[in-house]
C-alpha cells in the first residue's frame, strides 16, 4: 500500500472509531505535523456524516441518557488534562464529540461495509467524487445500498448485501425526483451487482430525490411505475 493509501485508509478508521486508544492517541499526534493527514481526517468527517444524515432514526434504549450523562463527564476531564495538546487534538475533541451519537444514526456493521466501498473507490485513484450520497434502507431499517450521485448526471449503485430474487423475477431501479412526473426506472438488473446508471434525460440528482429497488416481473414492470414490493429506499443527501 502507498503511503498515500496508508494515510487515507488510516484517517478513515480514525473518523469511524475503530483504532484503539493508543492507535489514535499516536495519530493525534500525527496530525499535528501532517498536513495531508489533517486533510484526509476532515474528508472522511464529511463523507460520513453526510451517510449519517441519511440514516434512519432509532428510539433510544434505556439508560442511554445516563451513559451520555457519564461520557460528557468523562470527555470534559480529559480534554482538561489534554488541553493545548495541538491541531490533532483539537480534532480529535471535535468529532469524538458527537461519537457518542452516531451509534444511534450507523451500526457499526454498515459503517464498516460503508467504509470498504469508499475506501476502495478513493485508493483507486479516480478523479471522480460524488457530488450526493443516498444510503438505502430496507423495510427493517438495515443499510442495503449506497447510490453516489456525480456530477456528470450518472448515479452508482453500490449493493452492501447480496438479495435473492426468485425466478421469473427481476430488480428495477427507480428515481423520483417530482411527483408530478412520478417514479422513473432507471435499469433492471437479475442480481444484485454494482452499476452505473445514466438518469435518461432527468435533470442530476439533487438533495432529496429519492431512489429506491423494488421486485418486478420478469422484463420489468407492467406499467411503467413499481409495481412489487420495495426492497429498499433512500433519499439523496447533503452535497459532499
Given amino acids: 500500500m502507498s503511503i498515500n493509501a496508508e494515510r487515507i485508509a488510516l484517517a478513515g478508521e480514525y473518523v469511524l472509531g475503530l483504532l484503539d ?14 498536513a495531508a493527514l489533517v486533510t484526509a481526517i476532515c474528508d472522511w468527517q464529511r463523507h460520513f456524516s453526510a451517510i449519517d444524515a441519511a440514516a434512519v432514526p432509532m428510539v433510544p434504549s434505556p439508560g442511554l441518557w445516563d451513559r451520555i450523562d457519564a461520557s460528557i463527564g468523562d470527555s470534559a476531564q480529559q480534554s482538561r488534562r489534554k488541553a493545548g495538546g495541538g491541531l490533532g487534538t483539537a480534532l480529535s475533541r471535535f468529532w469524538n464529540s458527537f461519537a457518542i451519537w452516531r451509534p444511534l444514526g450507523m451500526a457499526g456493521a454498515f459503517a464498516s461495509l460503508v467504509f470498504a466501498v469508499l475506501l476502495a473507490i478513493r485508493i483507486a485513484g479516480g478523479p471522480e467524487v460524488p457530488q450526493l450520497v443516498a444510503v438505502l434502507t430496507a423495510p427493517d431499517g438495515r443499510a442495503a445500498a449506497v447510490v453516489n450521485a456525480y456530477a456528470d448526471g450518472t448515479v452508482q449503485l453500490v449493493p452492501l448485501d447480496a438479495i435473492a430474487v426468485p425466478e421469473g423475477r427481476v430488480l428495477e431501479v427507480w428515481t423520483l425526483q417530482t411527483r408530478e412526473r412520478g417514479p422513473v426506472s432507471l435499469a433492471r438488473m437479475d442480481k444484485a451487482r454494482t452499476i452505473r446508471l445514466d438518469l435518461k434525460g432527468l435533470s ?35 452535497r459532499l
Fill in 21 to 34: 486508544p493508543a492507535e489514535r492517541e499516536r495519530v493525534d499526534e500525527r496530525a499535528a505535523t501532517d
Fill in 204 to 238: 442530476a440528482a439533487e438533495v432529496g430525490h429519492l431512489f429506491e429497488i423494488t421486485l418486478e416481473p420478469d422484463g420489468g414492470s407492467p406499467t411503467g411505475r413499481p409495481t412489487g414490493p420495495v426492497l429498499m429506499k433512500g433519499l439523496a443527501a447533503t
